[in-house]
């Protein structure tokens, strides 16, 4: 490995024990609601993070991450798939058409699936690289005019044409509630859109409101912070 991040055992100890505890966390919220803990998935979601902290997670074991920048994400992770064959690695960032390619050939999952141009691309890519990735579909659920994601009043018609028309493997649903709405009522409008599509997967909930997600289906929660702690823009 050339990459230089070395953690120290300190930092290793404290990633062991933010993930134990986001993990703990998770199992009351999931047994609480009469749920099976196992069905929810813990997306360490990695972006903008040092090395070493990511090399720490790695080290307690944890192999799901979750990234929003295409070009960020190959840098550190192109390396770490050669190491750790089981990562899992999902697109939790918009996603522009011309950088299909290299979303498909890194990341295991895409969550943001938002527009029939996309649709088109990734199935022709899918086809042609003979690589299918599961895809959610983002909902913009606060109908956020800057927000990536289709209308709530268009989800029905967008998901059905990725499953027909383009013939996606649409798995799910996922959604960023507005940062200044409570977001319990976002995770149940995305839990009423997937069930009336027939749906089972739901990428909801973040670092302040993952147990609210859980309590209302969430299958997929993306932790960033919570995890790694506060990311660091410079
Ligand atoms: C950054 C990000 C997260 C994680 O946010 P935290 O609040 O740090 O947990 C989750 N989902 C998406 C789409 C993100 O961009």
Not at 75 to 102: C, F, M, V
Request: hydrophobic share 45%; aromatic share 6%.
């Amino acid at each position: 490995m050339t990459e230089t991040a070395s953690p120290t055992p300190e930092i290793i100890a404290t990633l062991r024990a933010n993930l134990a505890d986001v993990q703990a966390k998770i199992a009351q919220a999931a047994k609480d609601a009469e749920r099976d803990a196992a069905d929810v998935n813990l997306i360490a979601v990695s972006k903008v993070q040092p090395a070493e902290r990511i090399q720490a997670a790695l080290l307690a074991g944890h192999r799901v991450f979750g990234e929003n920048r295409i070009q960020e994400a190959e840098g550190r992770w192109s390396q770490h798939r050669e190491q750790y064959s089981d990562l899992t690695l999902h697109l939790i960032g918009p996603l522009q058409t011309n950088k299909a390619r290299n979303a498909i050939t890194l990341f295991d999952v895409i969550h943001t699936l938002d527009r029939p141009r996309l649709a088109s691309t990734l199935a022709r890519l899918f086809d042609e690289m003979g690589r299918q990735l599961p895809c959610y579909i983002e909902v913009n659920t606060g109908s956020e005019p800057q927000k990536a994601g289709v209308l709530p009043q268009d989800a029905d018609a967008f998901i059905k044409a990725c499953r027909e028309e383009y013939q996606l493997p649409v798995i799910g649903l996922m959604c960023i509630p507005p940062a200044d709405d409570v977001p319990a009522p976002h995770f149940a409008f995305l839990a009423d859109i997937a069930k009336r599509n027939g749906l089972e997967k739901l990428s909801m909930g973040m670092s302040a409101d993952y147990a609210q997600a859980v309590a209302l289906g969430a299958t997929d929660v993306r932790v960033g912070s919570a995890i790694f702690g506060e990311r660091v823009y410079t």
